[in-house]
């Protein structure tokens, strides 16, 4: 748990530390530091310990279910912060190709969920183009065992992901604007693939709603471009038959929403009747 600052004083002091395993953990000091929830893992630390040992980026951490990361992986399941993240792709690109665990996690998948920044999201996508046409395998929850809860900051069945592209993903957990307009670029038919149970982006993104402000403009943002790559997605009824205003102004959302949320509501039902009344 020591800082950024002194973690990488300490490396600049003694290189070769940087490829020594833990005792008793065969982990190097890389893969410990970005398993590091709090505080997440920051760039000077992590640039420190790659220039002392670059081929630890490429060392897979090995779990007791089998599963298998890269640091990669980790750092984005932990929030580390853009630099430490941007550096660890420049330092092994085809770490963006490799799946993370049983339910077919890309970097870029995990990137989405984890509300990595664009250029993140951006970086991954230039390193693996093809990430943004992949689909999840299965629905199982993702959860790195040294990480209580997994998933980002949005809402809903964790388990429910099976048939997933990275735009559902991002749509799911209030991504920016920025991200989903690079996720459409990359895969434009993204915009009207269904998931296990049939929604699409456009139902997700207007699914979870909460009080402030900000992510409420972004919400109408978003859901107004996802309107705009697929228009028939206005119209679309997931499998439980819920169009994505049903989802917008259902019960439970209106009921626990403040006035905030209240308007982002209002803001959404908006966007959506206004073309479908094109």
């Known amino acids: ?51 002392a040992h670059t081929p630890a980026v490429q060392v897979l951490r090995s779990t007791p279910g089998a599963l298998s990361y890269l640091p990669l992986h980790i750092a984005l399941t932990t929030r580390a912060d ?85 735009l559902h993903l ?14 459409l670029d990359a895969h434009p038919p993204g915009a009207w693939r269904r998931g296990a149970h049939g929604e699409l982006p456009l139902h997700l993104a207007t699914e979870f709603i909460n009080g402030d402000i900000r992510s409420c403009l972004s919400a109408v943002e978003v859901v107004s471009e996802l309107r705009r790559a697929y228009a028939g997605g206005v119209r679309t009824r997931d499998d439980a038959g819920n169009t994505p205003i049903d989802l917008a102004t259902s019960p439970n959302d209106v009921t626990a929403a403040t006035l905030a949320a209240a308007d982002c509501v209002t803001g959404l039902v908006t966007a959506l009747s206004d073309h479908m009344a094109e």
């Open 170 to 183: 991002a749509a799911r957990h209030r991504a920016s604007l920025a991200v989903i307009r690079l996720l």
């Open 1 to 51: 748990q020591a800082g950024d600052a002194l973690v990488a004083a300490l490396v600049d002091a003694y290189p070769a530390a940087a490829a020594v395993e833990a005792a008793g953990d065969d982990a190097l000091p890389l893969t410990l530091l970005v398993e590091r929830v709090s505080p997440h893992a920051q760039s000077a630390a992590v640039v420190a310990l790659l220039r």
């Open 82 to 166: 853009e630099g430490a993240l941007l550096a660890l792709i420049a330092a092994y690109p085809a770490a963006a190709a490799r799946l993370g665990d049983v339910r077919g996690d890309l970097p870029l998948h995990l990137a989405c969920e984890y509300n990595a920044s664009a250029k993140v999201v951006h970086a991954l996508i230039e390193a693996y183009p093809q990430a943004a046409s992949t689909v999840l395998e299965s629905g199982v929850v993702h959860v790195h065992p040294r990480i209580h809860g997994g998933g980002g900051s949005g809402g809903g069945n964790a388990g429910s992901t099976r048939g997933y592209l990275p």
